[in-house]
């Protein structure tokens, strides 16, 4: 049984140190505690845990524009942070964890705004059937956590613009678009700030659980660990190198003939390839799967590794125009 609330507020933006510290929380939850953590992360896609970066999300298009790609602990897909985005975590122990009451602090919250909100399907929290939470889990023995994302003014364009949304997914809710399926809070609360949306919602964790919640001691959490496991989040291999095979698929046409790549990647490294063209030189042709295979999917190694093994006359332009390919396909 619950007995203590606690809440914190992450006081920054950067999204491996805001994962850092939601799983020491995770971590340290006492047993009869339950603690809310609320924190944004800005112009950043966060991947579920076994989730392909490079099929779930434009990760060039987004690095190159500044922002981060984050991989958590739960499952689940693909979503998009900004500074319109509020996010929750409920860190609780395996006997005290109650999705229905976790949720429902979050529908009181907003109800406080009034705007009547409903839980649907899976893991969404919805008005009139637009969505403006989803929610994700996770479980390690004991240790639990339930967090989610409030759309107060997150800007749909970028969401769109950097999360690759299956048409099957989409044709399966009956919608167009990542845009048409989500609505920022803010259009029905026009004077809704973040700063209101969180002190709404510690309101309600009191409301809900009938206790008064308490300000976590920041001075408690071991600064040691705390970089450990930001360190973990921000590292290729947590990012990029998980142990998921993969395939993709990419082709073109250039002035020398047609090329067709098909990569399988497995923790980050091309396992195998595939190459087949009608270009005249065969053997170049032969030559680029070894060269490839066993080196890290990613762009500017495969175009540096290509550059410097097809440094001859006309190899040169081959591998100029397979390394635009590469650019244009990850």
Known sequence: MIEKLLFIRGKGTYPYENLALEEYLTFHVGDEECILYLWQNRHTVVIGRNQNCWK????????????????????????????????????????????????????????????????????????????????????????????????????????????????????????????????????????????????????????????????????????????????KFESWEWKYGRKIEFQHEMCSRFNWGDIQLQFQVQGGKIKSLNVFSDAMDEELILRIPKVLIGCTYEENQLKNILAKNFAKGWEQVVARDIGMLIHDNM
Do not use: W
């Not at 973040?194 to 709404?200: A, F």
């Open 56 to 231: 779930e999300c434009k990760v060039k298009e987004l690095e190159d524009d500044g922002g981060y790609l984050v991989r958590r602990l739960s499952g689940g897909g693909a979503v998009y942070h900004d500074l319109g985005n509020l996010n929750f975590t409920f860190a609780v122990k395996k006997d005290n964890y109650n999705v229905d009451m976790q949720l429902q602090v979050i529908i009181e919250a907003v109800k406080k705004l009034g705007i009547n909100a409903e839980k649907t399907g899976r893991n969404d929290i919805t008005v009139d059937g637009r969505k403006f939470s989803g929610n994700a889990f996770y479980k390690s023995g004991d240790f639990y956590y339930h967090h989610g994302t409030l759309l107060i003014d997150v800007n749909t364009e970028d969401m769109s613009k950097y999360l690759n949304v299956s048409k099957e997914k989409l044709q399966s809710k009956s919608v167009s678009s990542v845009k048409s399926r989500v609505i920022n809070l803010r259009k029905l609360c026009p004077s809704l700030t973040t700063d209101v949306m969180c002190e709404k919602l510690i309101e309600s964790f009191g409301e809900v659980y009938g206790l008064k919640p308490e300000k976590l001691n920041e001075s408690q959490i071991e600064k040691k660990e705390f970089e450990i496991l930001k360190e």
